[in-house]
């Protein structure tokens, strides 16, 4: 499946974004949908993630209660919507494919991922 990510930009502090992750060619309902985050000078970082079919998400500590992923499989697209945007929120932000929801967090069983997009949060 090919993941292609959209959707970051400059926001102020305090502002919102929503983020896209649309998957091109072979449908994506079969795979559980992570979102990654690599801040400059620091490792990518688990952000969020939503199984195949919604019915499950899970989030970093960091971003729980501010951001909120969501799915719709007739679209094939996964949105991360992020609320109270803070400086350290600033990254290039990446969308993957996995499919074993028990390590949904590590970022190597993650078998394909989109180009990255990236939001910048002024203070």
């Known amino acids: 499946v090919q993941l292609q990510a959209s959707g970051g930009g400059l926001v102020q502090a305090g502002g919102s974004l929503r983020l896209s992750c649309a998957a091109l060619g072979r449908t994506f309902g079969d795979y559980n949908i992570g979102w990654f985050r690599q801040a400059p000078g620091k490792e990518r970082e688990f952000v969020a993630a939503?199984?195949?079919?919604?019915?499950?998400?899970r989030y970093a500590v960091s971003v729980k209660g501010r951001f909120t992923i969501s799915r719709d499989n007739a679209k094939n697209a996964v949105y991360l919507r992020m609320n109270s945007l803070k400086a350290e929120d600033t990254a290039v932000y990446y969308c993957?494919?996995?499919?074993?929801?028990?390590?949904?967090?590590?970022?190597?069983?993650?078998?394909?991922w989109g180009q990255g997009t990236l939001v910048t949060v002024s203070s």
């Open positions: 993957a494919a996995n499919t074993d929801w028990r390590y949904v967090e590590l970022k190597g069983r993650y078998g394909y």
């Open positions: 939503i199984t195949w079919n919604g019915g499950t998400t």
